[in-house]
């Protein structure tokens, strides 16, 4: 049983940062792909980020580009996302996602990832 969970989140100004955290109590997630996808109410959940099972390869959404960058520890058994210059139409709650197979690169699809955190808030002001 794979346990992720998120931390890192809360209330922002705009342009300002925080930096997420997905820590797994279970399996180590080594050989994993690792995405991070957001959702704001009435809105489907959405890509952020993935990172490669190897840490070799990151890929973003168009519009975070720049300003978001992943990153893993796996001697840690976690998972980053470091969010500078937020915007308040990021405000979401903001989940961390294992993939189905192992030893992939990743992908933006959802529904290519079988475990999920609870999620952690970010709420961005104006």
């Known amino acids: 049983q794979v346990q992720l969970v998120e931390s890192g989140g809360g209330l922002v100004q705009a342009g300002n940062s925080l930096r997420l955290s997905c820590a797994s109590s279970?399996?180590?997630?080594?050989?994993?792909?690792m995405g991070w996808f957001r959702q704001a109410p009435g809105k489907e959940r959405e890509f952020v980020a993935r990172?490669?099972?190897?840490?070799?390869?990151?890929a973003y959404a168009d519009s975070v580009k720049g300003r978001f960058t992943i990153s893993r520890d796996d001697a840690k058994n976690t998972v980053f996302l470091q969010m500078n210059s937020l915007k308040p139409e990021e405000t979401a709650v903001y989940y961390c996602?294992?993939?189905?197979?192992?030893?992939?690169?990743?992908?933006?699809?959802?529904?290519?990832?079988?475990?999920w955190g609870q999620g952690t808030q970010v709420t961005v002001s104006s």
């Open positions: 996602a294992r993939s189905r197979n192992s030893y992939v690169s990743g992908t933006a699809v959802a529904a290519d990832y079988g475990s």
């Open positions: 279970g399996r180590p997630f080594r050989f994993y792909a």
């Open positions: 990172i490669a099972w190897s840490g070799g390869s990151t």
